[in-house]
């Protein structure tokens, strides 16, 4: 279960049991995420569409259970559909986020049992699932739910879609008003980093995406050679306090530093700081989870776009790394040649390696979790911030949707940036070094930050 590309992987064990086991517990974790998130505020707050480009939170839940019940049920169990009137209304390409509110979705009681009974009948379905090969890679012939069931696959698609929304209901709580609804313990302090500022990723071929993680998605298939000359990368991701320079410079009023259509966007929005800062005096304030205070100059930036990223890396004389590259700076071992699963190697994500799953409701300290630091020594590069790169989402060489393709291949091209690494709010099952986010070059309220790079000098190398 080891290759030139990959280590042992989660999931991957070829006994049934032990996987079955791994599944329940991944479910359970993300189902009580999901209730901590829409049971900590009063059913107004769960109707209510906090902002146009977000759902209201009672569509989050009810649309978990519907695409359980979808994928699990119906397409693995080749059960009958529950409520067959529903399935329209949770259909994230049927209705715009916008016009959710105006859809007669089930009040919060009901999309709460609703997603109970599926997820009763999904633990009895685990029960008496037959797993097919657990070694990651798939059959040829797509025999009634073999493909889905090999490895356990479609039931980590189904935790991981649950997590992806459960980060998407927590960018909701964000974007709220009002008092704060949820808390957490702050990361450990560290000290203040004092390692290099940028480390030299040496040049030559490495393998990008995977062929043999279990639930790895169907846009980080299937694993091939990228020969990536040398460049530095940031050691950690720009923080408040450098980011903030380029606010005092007069970055947001140079168009120097913008892309056309970001100096566009910027001008015709009023944008002059990231999302959720304000100055007060002489002091930049944030607003985050209901609490205003003042912005931590060692965290990473947050809540900032593509083009606020591309714009301060012009103004420092870099700019932002390509997906292939941050790929290689996570991933690749030049000791062993090889490509890892994480930075540290090939284990789970532990709380020593990374801030992941919503332990914390902020980014750690840059310099933070050095057992998480890639074999160059490169910092942060899973958890704390989406990482945004210079690359459009496109489809790596030999890409086969599966199970369907509406969820990577419509949104192919470049319309959409890719973003890397996960952040705070990412679930560990829903973040490896091979996978893919993206999103408009224009988001900020979802977790992003952004490290930049700079090609190498011959006498670098």
């Known amino acids: 279960m080891t290759d030139p590309a990959h280590g042992p992987a989660p999931g991957a064990a070829t006994d049934p049991e032990t996987l079955r086991e791994r599944v329940l517990s991944t479910l359970t974790t993300a189902r009580d995420r999901t209730t901590l998130l829409t049971s900590c505020v009063e059913e107004p707050d769960l109707t209510a569409q906090h902002s146009p480009l977000m759902s209201p939170l009672v569509w989050d839940l009810a649309h978990i259970g519907n695409q359980e019940e979808l994928w699990l049920l119906r397409a693995v169990g080749g059960r009958e559909a529950m409520r067959p009137e529903i399935d329209s209304l949770y259909d994230a390409f049927e209705h715009p986020r916008a016009e959710r509110p105006s859809l007669p979705l089930l009040p919060p009681d009901e999309a709460r049992k609703y997603a109970a009974e599926v997820r009763g009948r999904v633990i009895d379905l685990l029960e008496s699932t037959a797993f097919h090969g657990a070694h990651g890679t798939r059959p040829a012939h797509d025999a009634h739910g073999t493909r889905l069931t090999e490895a356990g696959f479609a039931f980590g698609m189904i935790a991981q879609h649950e997590q992806q929304h459960d980060e998407t209901m927590l960018i909701t709580h964000q974007l709220r008003r009002g008092p704060r609804a949820l808390t957490a313990p702050d990361p450990e302090p560290t000290p203040p980093f004092t390692g290099p500022s940028e480390v030299l990723v040496p040049g030559g071929p490495f393998t990008m995406g995977t062929s043999t993680e279990p639930w790895a998605l169907d846009n980080e298939r299937p694993a091939h050679v990228r020969d990536i000359p040398a460049f530095w990368i940031d050691t950690t991701p720009v923080t408040n306090g450098a980011y903030l320079a380029f606010v005092e410079d007069g970055g947001y009023d140079d168009p120097r530093w913008w892309a056309p259509d970001g100096w566009t966007h910027i001008r015709a929005h009023g944008i002059t700081a990231p999302l959720f800062w304000r100055r007060d005096g ?107 790169t210079a690359s459009d989402f496109l489809p790596y060489p030999g890409f086969t949707a599966f199970p369907y393709k509406e969820y990577s291949e419509v949104f192919f091209g470049p319309e959409y940036k890719v973003l890397r690494g996960g952040s705070f709010a990412v679930d560990p099952v829903a973040c490896r070094g091979t996978f893919r986010n993206w999103d408009y070059p224009v988001r900020r309220q979802i977790f992003s930050g952004f490290r930049t790079a700079r090609p190498a000098r011959a006498e670098d190398a």
Do not use: C, M
Not at 294 to 303: G, I, K, N
Not at 344 to 351: E, K, T, V
């Open 282 to 388: 002489g002091q930049w304030l944030r607003r985050r989870f209901g609490v205003t205070e003042a912005a931590p100059p060692e965290e990473p930036v947050l809540h900032v776009s593509w083009y606020e990223a591309d714009a301060y890396a012009r103004w420092a004389g870099r700019r932002l790394p390509t997906e292939a590259e941050w790929e290689k700076a996570a991933r690749h071992d030049p000791a062993r040649d090889r490509s890892t699963r994480y930075p540290w190697g090939d284990a789970d994500p532990g709380p020593e390696h990374a801030n992941l799953g919503q332990r914390h409701l902020r980014p750690a300290p840059a310099g933070s979790y050095p057992a998480g630091e890639s074999p160059l020594g490169v910092r942060q590069l899973i958890g704390d911030v989406w990482e945004w």
